[in-house]
C-alpha cells in the first residue's frame, strides 16, 4: 500500500522557519516527480512546489520563491521543503504529492497531475 507521510509541521513566529518532509513507502519514487500543496482555511488547495524525479528541477509559486526550497532523497524515499522567513500568510494544511507518471512534470501545478497524497501537516505562523 502506497503511503505518504507528512511531518515538521508546528507552530513558528513570523521570520522562523521549518522543514517539513515527506516520507514515502510502499514502492520506490525515485523516478515520479513530486510536489507540496497547501491549504489554507477557507481557501483552495494551491500549488507550493514541485521537483522533478531526478532533482535537477525545481519549480516554485510565486508567493514562495526565494523562501522555500524543495529537495529530495531518492535513497531515503523522502522529500523535503525548507521553509524560511515564514508569513503569517503562510499558515495552512502543508500536503505532499507525487506525479502520477513516471519521469513526468507535466501540469505540475494542478492537483489533477499527483495520484498518491499525504493526510498534510499543519503550518501556523504567528504574526
Known amino acids: 500500500q502506497v503511503q505518504l507521510v507528512e511531518s515538521g509541521g508546528g507552530l513558528v513566529q513570523a521570520g522562523g522557519s521549518l522543514r517539513l518532509s515527506c516520507a514515502a513507502s510502499?514502492?520506490?519514487?525515485?523516478?515520479?516527480?513530486m510536489g507540496w500543496f497547501r491549504q489554507a482555511p477557507g481557501k483552495e488547495r494551491e500549488f507550493v512546489a514541485a521537483i522533478n524525479w531526478s532533482g535537477s528541477s525545481r519549480y516554485y509559486a510565486d508567493s514562495v520563491k526565494g523562501r522555500f526550497t524543495i529537495s529530495r532523497d531518492n535513497a531515503k524515499n523522502t522529500k523535503y521543503l525548507q521553509m524560511n522567513s515564514l508569513k503569517p500568510e503562510d499558515t495552512a494544511v502543508y500536503y505532499c504529492?507525487?506525479?502520477?507518471?513516471?519521469?513526468?512534470?507535466?501540469?505540475?501545478?494542478?492537483?489533477?497531475?499527483?495520484?498518491?497524497w499525504g493526510q498534510g501537516t499543519q503550518v501556523t505562523v504567528s504574526s
Open positions: 510502499g514502492r520506490t519514487f525515485s523516478t515520479y516527480a
Open positions: 504529492a507525487t506525479h502520477r507518471t513516471p519521469y513526468g512534470i507535466s501540469g505540475y501545478k494542478e492537483e489533477y497531475a499527483y495520484n498518491y
